[in-house]
């Protein structure tokens, strides 16, 4: 697991020095790049499993699932059976896994950015505290969320940035429209400068 944009030059160098046990790729990125790591590592003769970890860091039981699949998963799946990730095998070809995972991304990444981009233009225009207000009328639940999330994704920012990216890039390549994700991973970028900010504010709160 690494930054989404090193996965590709990760599994190159590790398939440079012949690895060949098994490669489980577990990162955020598009199931067409997925496709594309597993040939590489399997041109070194090792096995691939593609991988895709859904959830909060999973330190107590039943908040964090890994669902994997390839001719290996099960082997991958047995590593984890006494702790408190729940391995998951799916059935499908590689591509699979990131296939879930990008789903999971866009339905709460993706309309996180939305939300935040809703919010940075209604507060330029000067209505902010008003659609804040409409919203607990209107839409509760996304009251309640929405600063909450975004919170809790501005320190994190910076990780989504390729993340965005490798969904616009899957949405390409199922001859979708990319540039909602594109849009996406622009905000985040933006979001990441506030990462100190962010910080020195959760201090502030202890």
Same mark, same amino acid.
């Given at each position: ?28 990125? &598009?199931? #067409? ?6 040939? /590489?590592?399997? %041109?070194?003769? $090792?096995?691939?499993?593609? !991988? *895709? ?17 390839? &001719?290996? #998963? ?6 984890? /059976?006494?702790? %408190?990730?729940? $391995?998951?095998?799916?059935? !499908? *070809? ?113």
């Amino acid at each position: 697991m690494c930054p989404p944009d090193t996965a590709s030059k990760l599994a190159e160098d590790v398939a440079h020095f012949g690895f060949d046990g098994i490669y489980a790729d577990v990162n955020a990125i &598009s199931p #067409a790049r997925v496709r594309t790591i597993a040939k /590489t590592i399997e %041109s070194a003769g $090792a096995k691939f499993v593609d !991988g *895709a970890i859904i959830g909060i860091p999973p330190w107590e039981p039943g908040t964090t699932r890994l669902y994997l699949c390839g &001719s290996a #998963a099960q082997e991958v799946a047995e590593n984890f /059976t006494r702790n %408190s990730l729940d $391995a998951i095998v799916m059935q !499908g *070809a590689v591509g699979s896994a990131s296939t879930l995972k990008w789903s999971m991304r866009h339905t709460l990444k993706g309309t996180t950015a939305l939300v935040s981009a809703i919010l940075a233009v209604a507060e330029r225009e000067g209505v902010r505290d008003t659609l804040a207000q409409e919203w607990s009328l209107s839409q509760p639940e996304l009251a309640k969320s929405a600063a909450d999330r975004i919170r809790a994704n501005t320190s994190k920012a910076w990780r989504f940035v390729g993340e965005m990216e490798e969904i616009a890039a899957t949405f390409a390549d199922a001859s979708l429209p990319r540039e909602f994700h594109a849009a996406a991973s622009e905000v985040y970028r933006r979001l990441a400068c506030f990462k100190e900010a962010m910080t020195h504010y959760r201090h502030s709160m202890m």
